[in-house]
DNA sequence: CAACCGTGGCA
DNA sequence: TTGCCAAGGTT
């Protein structure tokens, strides 16, 4: 195996965070959660929401049993809740065509709704110890660094970052998978985007960027992205009265959200194309079966 | 393929 | 205080 992924293995074996869909027979179900809602959101603000979950839908099937918009209202404040919608797609597909498992096969995983090349790699390797270039943020800036001596990595993977990746896992399948989780976790904890750790990094000898001065980026390594006035923040807002509420609200309740009614009503159109927000007569309410007395 | 999709915390 | 960032996926 590379000098790179046996160094930081063997800092992983000493430093990995207890995380809990870490633990050895956890499933692979509740591994599939954990990557779905840590697509884009950190560690901390997951951990309570996977623990409820995991609790409430221990199977696919006890997810896909349920309304969607159950599925919503549980994502709480996690962000991007078409995660939470296409996290229920998902397990209703696993029923459907998989028996209410995960499947083992690279196609069958990049076939279901909200699991992309990252996720799919992610739940075979960390499931079921397959051996995967797991390509997330934290790897790509760790390999941009490490290898290419450059302060982060480009806008978004390429085919490029899953062959050099590769290159680098040990052939054992177990342990290249635990070598992926390793990378993740030095890119999580001390190669971070902003302020690196490189004295506490066992790559600090080896590294092509620290040899070369480590100067950080000058700019955003990405588009800078607004949150506030945008239709984004609206429809957070408005989905949040929905999450609050027990049923259907009226159109007045949504109104006293934002001031804009141009901005509010785009807003709104663009949960209900979504699938996010269904209409209920002059009402609206989050998806699923209307309760038998409205 | 660039734009879009939430939310909160920290430097 | 505020801009940047966080285990991406879809269109």
């Not at 709480?76 to 028996?99: F, K």
């Not at 009265?241 to 049923?247: I, K």
Request: net charge positive; hydrophobic share 45%; glycine share 8%.
């Amino acid at each position: 195996m590379s000098e790179l992924a046996s160094l930081t293995t063997a800092w992983y074996d000493n430093n990995a965070r207890d995380l809990p869909w870490r633990q050895p027979e956890i499933g692979a179900w509740p591994v599939l959660i954990s990557e779905f809602m840590l697509q884009q959101t950190p560690v901390v603000r997951v951990l309570p929401v996977w623990r409820e979950w995991v609790a409430r839908w221990p199977a696919p099937a006890d997810l896909a049993a349920e309304d969607s918009g159950e599925a919503i209202r549980a994502w709480g404040r996690l962000g991007y809740p078409r995660r939470a919608m296409r996290l229920h797609a998902c397990a209703t597909a696993l029923v459907e065509r998989h028996g209410g498992e995960v499947p083992r096969r690279l196609d069958q995983m990049l076939a279901l709704p909200g699991v992309g090349d990252y996720t799919a790699r992610a739940v075979l390797a960390f499931a079921y110890g397959q051996r995967h270039p797991v390509v997330d943020t934290n790897v790509r800036r760790v390999a941009a660094r490490a290898v290419h001596g450059l302060p982060d990595a480009g806008a978004a993977t390429t085919p490029a970052d899953l062959t050099l990746v590769e290159s680098l896992l040990p052939q054992a399948e177990s342990a290249a998978a635990r070598a992926s989780a390793a990378l993740m976790e030095l890119g999580a904890v001390l190669c971070t985007a902003r302020t690196p750790r490189c004295e506490a990094c066992p790559l600090r000898d080896r590294c092509a960027w620290r040899r070369s001065g480590a100067a950080l980026p000058a700019g955003p390594s990405r588009k800078p992205q607004r949150y506030a006035g945008t239709d984004r923040q609206v429809r957070g807002l408005l989905l949040a009265v929905l999450r609050h509420a027990s049923g259907p609200v009226d159109k007045p309740s949504l109104d006293v959200v934002w001031p804009d009614p141009v901005q509010r009503e785009r807003a709104l159109d663009s949960l209900l194309a979504d699938g996010l927000v269904v209409p209920r007569g002059q009402r609206f309410g989050l998806p699923g079966r209307v309760p038998a007395d409205i």
